[in-house]
């Protein structure tokens, strides 16, 4: 019994010198846009900074005392290794937080990932507001064979992998959205792929996973494909992508192991539609490529890359927007991609889709700083 007391003594009492403790982080916009996203602090930072004594603790905006939703992220190791905390900040503005000792707010998940066996070793993933999936080795050599990214255009913010898979029944709305994106032999919403001797060349489909993080404001995920000869380039692939809550692009880093080469051409590409005039914006000096489809009936879905900082040329065929960049072994390539659906409501014109991608790269541009108080 007097251990029991002890222990409920020490636990309280580092609760009061958590609550006590005055340092604060503040996390400055510097750009002219209001922000919504997600900051990473390296947990051993933060840990050293508040004096943690534990992992359960609250953040608390300094200014209207409000908590602020954060994820412990692990990327696929035991303990945390970066602290994510969800901040919305005006433009030129900056927000203040501190910690407390209280246990946070259990907030639901807003991503998600998983493997799907039971759908011919798909691999999906989603937030609240889209949802994309790959296509695993039981795909091979099918009628219903496909190469790129599929998006599922949802248009509600219930994560509905799971439903969807378990009715089989996605294919028509039923209130949430429904998977009506083509890929065929694409690269669809943003995939990448080596393209030897000017030669669009797609690989096997992935053969392992890696679910690094899954929620609930990040689910990260590693796709992994076996050694493979390419067009005489013996290459090994592995693409991770991350989801954030609330984005419409994913965060993708396309590695590639090139036995043969010290570098491998690639492209990252979009799927293109049979039209005379299609839609889309070509901005090389920024990075941007974004394409709003014809409308099919009410639906229309707006696809879009970033490569920031990235040397491309664009290449306009038939069947696909093409970005071909090379791509150095041990030096990933970094980019963004993703989708919007019309009937989801937030983004509903070319124009809107444009600003929207044009926000994003200026957000990349310009990073949320953070400053330590002493």
Known sequence: MKKIFILSLTLGLSTVVLAQNSKTITVNNPSALSRTELISIPYTVFEKH?????????????HDKRELAYQLEKLGNATPQNVLVQVTIAPKSSLTFGVNGNTPTVIPSKTYARYVPERKDDFAWENDIAAFRAYGKALEGSSEDAQGFDFWAKRSNDLVIDEWYKTGDYHADHGKG?????????????????????????HKHYRQFEVLDNGPLRSTFKLIYAPENVNGQNLQIEKTISLDAGSQLNKISYSVKNTTSSSTPIVVGISKRNEDKPQFLNDTKNGILAYWEPAEGDKITGTAVILPKVK????DSPKQFLLATTVKNNSPLVYFAGAAFNK???????????AYIKDFSNNISQPLTIKYSK
């Open 50 to 62: 508040f004096d943690l004594k534990n992992n359960a603790f609250t953040i608390i905006d300094n």
């Open 344 to 354: 989801a409501g937030k983004i509903t014109s070319f124009d809107q889709w444009q």
């Open 178 to 202: 429904l998977d009506y994106y083509s890929v065929g032999q694409t690269l669809g919403v943003g995939d990448a792929t080596p393209f030897i001797n000017q030669e669009v060349v797609y």
């Open 312 to 315: 491309y040329a664009f290449k």
